[in-house]
């Protein structure tokens, strides 16, 4: 069974930064593209980022891009999204995804993520 668990969501203030993980459990998932997304309160879930299987290659969000990282440990099964430069605008609750297709492609499109975590809260204050 396919698990993946984020943590490291925090209240922070603006300029400040967090660190999330995001460990995965139920397969090895060092060949499966894995992603960042976020939902704020009354708005849609959007991407953040994405990482390769090999962890060589990224895709960020406009809004997240120069600021936010994402990177893997593969021996770990764990995905990692550090942000920088938090804004207000950054609250959302964050969420790991996985595709299931393996050596899969980078993409935004929500609906191309089989597996979700249950999310970890990221709050910015001003």
């Known amino acids: 069974q396919v698990q993946l668990v984020e943590s490291g969501g925090a209240l922070v203030q603006a300029g400040g930064s967090l660190r999330l993980s995001c460990a995965a459990s139920?397969?090895?998932?060092?060949?499966?593209?894995m992603a960042w997304f976020r939902q704020a309160p009354g708005k849609e879930r959007e991407f953040v980022g994405a990482?390769?299987?090999?962890?060589?290659?990224?895709l960020y969000a406009d809004s997240v891009k120069g600021r936010f990282t994402i990177s893997r440990d593969n021996a770990k099964n764990t995905v990692y999204l550090q942000m920088n430069s938090l804004k207000p605008g950054d609250t959302a609750i964050y969420y790991c995804?996985?595709?299931?297709?393996?050596?899969?492609?980078?993409?935004?499109?929500?609906?191309?993520?089989?597996?979700w975590g249950q999310g970890t809260q990221v709050t910015v204050s001003s």
């Open positions: 990482i390769s299987w090999s962890g060589g290659s990224t």
């Open positions: 995804a996985v595709r299931s297709a393996i050596w899969s492609s980078l993409t935004t499109q929500r609906e191309m993520y089989d597996y």
């Open positions: 139920g397969r090895t998932y060092s060949r499966y593209t």
